[in-house]
């Protein structure tokens, strides 16, 4: 009689064991899946708002390209959108002068220039060097 209430006793503790971890686990994972959900829709939404960032970065510069191609208009204007660049950068980097904007912007857009031309049909393709872009002033030493 003692054997039987020593095994009914083992197997009661184990299934009340067994369902308490299961519970627990149980709660662990739904904790978990929301994590998962709630870390999900944040990163879409960045994802959207990095790509409307992008959306509107591209929208400005195309506008700026075609304002800049507007006889006369386009002259003062590019002068504008360069001044107003200008400011922003020397905002953003103010132990530094025109000279060192204007190395930064040079080597930035033969970089630009490289990939560009590289997505070229092979006979358009031009070095940089042939239209005088290279940076001479601009190496440092």
């Known amino acids: 009689m003692l ?3 020593k095994n009914v006793f083992f197997l009661g503790f184990l299934v ?3 369902a308490i971890s299961t519970l627990t686990l149980g709660f662990h994972a739904a904790n978990l899946t929301a994590k998962v959900a709630v870390l999900t829709s944040a990163s879409t939404v960045a ?3 990095h790509r409307k960032e992008i959306a509107k970065v591209l929208a400005k510069a195309r506008l700026k390209r075609f304002i800049v191609a507007i006889p006369i ?3 003062g204007a ?3 959108f ?3 660049e200008f ?3 020397q905002a953003a980097n103010p132990q530094k002068n025109e000279v060192d904007y204007l190395c930064e912007n040079a080597s930035l857009t033969i970089e630009i220039f490289e990939d560009v031309i590289k997505e070229l ?3 358009l393709q031009v070095s940089p060097e042939i239209l005088g872009l290279e940076s001479k002033r601009c190496k440092k030493t």
């Open 82 to 84: 360069e001044a107003s």
């Open 3 to 5: 054997k039987l209430f």
């Open 16 to 18: 009340i064991s067994l």
């Open 87 to 89: 400011k922003n950068w």
């Open 73 to 75: 208009l386009g002259s």
């Open 78 to 80: 590019a002068v504008a």
């Open 47 to 49: 994802a959207v708002k």
């Open 121 to 123: 049909p092979e006979n």
